[in-house]
């Protein structure tokens, strides 16, 4: 059974850093591209980024370029998110996603629980 | 970057309804499109991918379908347990994108 248990989430101050991470488990964890996916407090789902399966190649939303870093480390099984210099507008409910297919990219078959990112002074 | 805009952003319907949700998506592709249903406090539920193909275990009441910049999402006949709020999510290209929402509410 596939499972993604994610931790990190918080309040900070804006310009503080934070980092989350996904742990994962009942799949070939380095075969799969994984996602980082938020909902700030009553909107939709905005799509953050990505890493392929080797960790390689990442991709960004231009509102958090430069600012979060998206990494893995398959020897774990863990999906990080560091995120720096944090703004109000990244206030969300940051969730870890699994893509449905073995490659690059695509659509997200299994999600976590979801962890609260507040950023207020 | 291609844009997705859902429409309605809210439908109220009652339990037997048919219900169709629309995506449309600014920029032309082919298939690369997934829909998702998400309950409050809960994470995002996967119900259809390649356009049309029904996930494994979602009822075979939900089904896709899509030409272009028109992408749709239909409930045959919906169910108690159907009220919540879909999204599309277009995966043809990064930035990969989701629409905005349309919450099925009771009527």
């Known amino acids: 059974e596939v499972q993604l248990l994610q931790s990190g989430g918080g309040l900070v101050r804006p310009g503080e850093s934070l980092r989350l991470a996904c742990a994962a488990s009942g799949f070939t964890f380095s075969t799969y591209a994984m996602n980082w996916v938020r909902q700030p407090p009553g909107k939709g789902l905005q799509w953050v980024s990505s890493?392929?399966?080797?960790?390689?190649?990442?991709y960004y939303a231009d509102s958090v370029k430069g600012r979060f870093t998206i990494s893995r480390d398959n020897s774990k099984n863990i999906l990080y998110l560091q995120m720096n210099n944090l703004r109000a507008d990244d206030t969300a409910l940051y969730y870890c996603?699994?893509?449905?297919?073995?490659?690059?990219?695509?659509?997200?078959?299994?999600w976590g629980q979801g962890v609260r990112v507040t950023v207020s002074s | 970057d291609i844009q997705m805009t859902q429409s309605p952003s809210t439908l109220s319907a009652s339990v037997g309804d048919r219900v169709t949700i629309t995506c449309r998506a600014s920029q032309s592709f082919s298939r690369w499109l997934a829909w998702y249903q998400q309950k409050p406090g809960k994470a995002p539920k996967l119900l259809i991918y390649l356009e049309s193909t029904l996930e494994s275990g979602v009822p075979s009441r939900f089904s896709g379908s899509g030409s272009g910049t028109e992408f749709t999402l239909t409930i045959s006949s919906l169910q108690p347990d159907d009220f919540a709020t879909y999204y599309c999510q277009q995966y043809h290209s990064y930035p990969l994108s989701f629409g905005g929402g349309t919450k099925v509410e009771i009527k």
């Open positions: 890493i392929i399966g080797s960790g390689a190649t990442t």
């Open positions: 996603a699994k893509v449905g297919v073995v490659g690059e990219g695509g659509f997200f078959d299994h």
